[in-house]
Structures are given as structure tokens and as C-alpha cells.
């Protein structure tokens, strides 16, 4: 098998051909189809968080283990599965659900694997899509894409599932006031599109690059500000209108779009956040109460989840994400072009 391996956190991954992957018992061995790389693919390549203050949460110290392959928006067709797996059609293309966990514990025993505390993410803890093969422990985890493209399906296993998550932690207030989402990248421009299969008004977006902020006044965003300009709270506020800020979904997660979402939200509004860029939190702790502002973090989804939002793409509700297709071994490359921002929608590896 080819596989595009990080062997070293904050260096390049590397390609290398290793054997074939065996399956046994409830195992599923894949041909991957379509990958989408993720900004988390940035951090993880990068081996930490930056928690602000000069201080970072490192990768190698939490337990993640090296070689690894990246890749957690896989898409698949089956090449093999174990004797305990079941029927599996092997003219289908699947998606993966990524988030699993340990399977034994009470987040586990309670659907909640996207919240496991010993987790097996796919492309985190055990080898994802980075590669023209991968496994996986059990086909409760594949989901069939029907007529959507691979390249299109891909990033529903986390920009899709992650946004969808995210923005049902505020959906009584989506059809009330515009929720206002912030960075419109690969999860931005998801979200736009998924507001609409949820309800909701058009949201209102926040970038700072004026290109990301086209793209989502494309997708259906009714305005997109400069997060970068001086009176931006004013004209998110402005922008939003007769409500007040709702609620607002920070898919940077920096201390200035932290500081942006808490100035522009109403009284009794909710801030979820959702972007891993890092930092440390910039609020005043008395205007939490004063503001009565619920803080939310929100990470990926749980299984339930994913076969909500796959019921939803299934109708045709979700609109695809600008996608770009590249090769697997330009998959360094690729990563740097995200970096620098250059990635409208999300960059999809092929292999
Ligand atoms: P991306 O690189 O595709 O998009 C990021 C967008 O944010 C870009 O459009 C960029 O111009 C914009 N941006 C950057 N700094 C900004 C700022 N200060 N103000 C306004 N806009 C700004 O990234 P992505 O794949 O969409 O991921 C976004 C973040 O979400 C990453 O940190 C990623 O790790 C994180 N993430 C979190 C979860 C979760 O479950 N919590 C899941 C997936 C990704
Ligand atoms: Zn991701």
C-alpha cells in the first residue's frame, strides 16, 4: 500500500510504500477513494495546541503516537472485512465515521464516542485516509454515500459533521436571528451551507480574506465582514439587525474572533466554539454574568449526529463544498497551501 506518513511532529509527511493491510473479525479494509484535509491536519503535523501565554499542549505528551497517518475524511470502497464483519457491498463507495472510541466507556456506552477520553480517532490515534488503504475496527462505522462524487462526500465526516454538531447546539435560535459564523474555510463554508438544511436564516460570516468572504456570499451568506476592520462588531451587529447577536459559531478559535464573537453578541446569546487556532480566552469574567452569555465548545459529532446529516445529504439538503481534487503524494504540499491560506472550501486527496 502507498501511504503519506508523518514520522516526525512539525516536519513534513513523507511517502512510503508498505505492505497490504489484513483484516480480521469485525474489521473492514478499505480502498480509499477521496480524503479531505483538514486545518487540524495542520495542527496535528505541527504536534500541538497553542493554548496562549506562551504555554502549548503537545501532541507526544497526550499519548499520540508516531508514525502516523493523517487523514480523517476518508471515503472508501471495500476491498476486504473480517468474518465477523457481514455483508459488505463492494461496488459502494462509503464514508468513514471517524470519531471512535474505546466502545467500553460510559461516553461510549452512551453514544457519545466523539467524547471518549482513551479515544481511536481515525487519522489521529489510529492510521486514517492518507493512503490508498486504511481499516477500520467495524462496518457500523461506513456510511453509504449514494450519488454523491467521493471528493464531496469526504468532508461531511468532519467539516460537515462538526458544523452540523456545532450548530445544533444553537438551532432554536437559527430561524429567529442570523447566526453569525466565523472563518468561512472549509468548516465556514459547510456551515454556510448547512444553516439553510436546518432552517436557518442566512448566517452572517467573518473573514479576513476577502476571497473566503466571496465565496460565502456565494454560498448563500446575506453578508460577510472583515473581521480585520475596525468597527467590525459594529457591523456584525449591524449586519445581524433587529435581534441582536444571537448566536455566534467561531470556526477559528483565536483570541481576537474570541473577542469579536463575546463584544458583538446579545444578552443572553450563545458563543460556541469550534476552531483549535489557539490562544487563551480575552473576556472580562464579570461581563459573563452581566451579558448572561452561554460559552459553548463543540468537538466533531457523534455517530447519531453523522446519520442525521447523512439523512440530510441523502435529500439533497446539503450543498457541496467547493472542492478540488490532488493527488496522494502532493499531500504535503497541499497541507502547506492551507496553511497559507490559498485553500478555498477544502482540498480533497485522490489516490
Ligand atoms: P481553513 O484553513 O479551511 O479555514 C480557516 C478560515 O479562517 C480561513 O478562511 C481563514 O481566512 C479564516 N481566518 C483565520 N484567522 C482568522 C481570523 N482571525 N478572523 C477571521 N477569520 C480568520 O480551516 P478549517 O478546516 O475550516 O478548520 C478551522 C479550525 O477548526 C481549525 O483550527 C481546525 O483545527 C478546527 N477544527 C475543529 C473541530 C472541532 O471539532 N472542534 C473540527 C474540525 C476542525
Ligand atoms: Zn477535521
Given amino acids: 500500500m502507498k501511504c503519506q506518513s508523518l514520522n516526525e511532529f512539525g ?17 473492514v479494509l478499505l480502498r480509499v477513494t477521496a480524503n479531505g484535509v483538514c486545518h487540524s491536519d495542520l495542527h496535528i503535523r505541527e504536534g500541538c495546541y497553542n493554548l496562549g501565554g506562551g504555554q502549548k499542549l503537545s501532541f507526544a505528551d497526550r499519548g499520540m503516537k508516531l508514525p502516523l497517518v493523517m487523514g480523517h475524511e476518508p471515503v472508501g470502497m471495500v476491498l476486504d472485512a473480517g468474518d465477523k464483519a457481514g455483508e459488505l457491498d463492494r461496488n459502494k463507495h462509503f464514508v468513514v465515521y471517524p470519531w471512535q472510541g474505546c466502545g467500553e466507556c460510559h461516553q ?31 462496518p457500523k ?8 462524487a467521493p471528493e464531496i462526500a469526504a ?9 452540523y454538531s456545532a450548530l445544533k447546539k444553537v438551532q432554536d435560535t437559527l430561524a429567529k436571528s442570523p447566526v453569525v459564523i466565523i472563518g468561512v474555510g472549509g468548516l465556514g463554508l459547510m456551515a454556510v451551507g448547512l444553516v439553510k438544511a436546518m432552517g436557518g436564516l442566512p448566517p452572517v460570516v467573518v473573514d479576513l480574506d476577502p476571497v473566503k468572504r466571496e465565496a460565502a456570499l456565494k454560498a448563500g451568506a446575506s453578508a460577510a465582514i472583515d473581521g480585520a476592520a475596525e468597527d467590525a462588531v459594529a457591523q456584525v451587529q449591524a449586519a445581524v439587525g433587529g435581534t441582536g447577536v444571537q448566536a455566534t459559531i467561531d470556526l477559528v478559535g483565536a483570541e481576537s474572533t474570541a473577542s469579536l464573537a463575546f463584544n458583538a453578541v446579545a444578552k443572553g446569546g450563545k458563543m460556541v466554539i469550534v476552531g483549535l487556532f489557539g490562544g487563551s ?34 435529500k439533497g439538503l446539503v450543498p457541496a463544498l467547493p472542492t ?18 490559498n485553500v478555498v472550501g477544502r482540498a480533497v486527496l485522490t489516490p
Fill in 11 to 27: 516536519k513534513a509527511v513523507v511517502g512510503e510504500e508498505r505492505p497490504d493491510l489484513t483484516v480480521t473479525g469485525t474489521e
Fill in 108 to 138: 461510549c456506552k452512551d453514544g457519545r464516542e466523539n467524547y471518549c477520553s482513551a479515544p481511536r480517532y481515525v487519522g489521529m490515534h489510529i492510521d486514517g485516509g492518507y493512503a490508498d488503504q486504511m481499516k477500520i475496527p467495524h
Fill in 141 to 148: 462505522y461506513l456510511f453509504d454515500i449514494g450519488d454523491m
Fill in 155 to 163: 468532508p461531511l465526516a468532519c467539516s460537515g459533521l462538526t458544523t
Fill in 281 to 314: 480566552t480575552p473576556w472580562a469574567l464579570p461581563l459573563i454574568p452581566v451579558k448572561a452569555v452561554t460559552i459553548m465548545g463543540s468537538y466533531v459529532g457523534s455517530l447519531v449526529e453523522f446519520g442525521e446529516l447523512m439523512d440530510l445529504a441523502h
Fill in 324 to 341: 478540488k481534487t490532488y493527488a496522494l503524494d502532493t499531500a504535503n504540499d497541499i497541507l502547506n497551501e492551507l496553511e497559507d491560506g
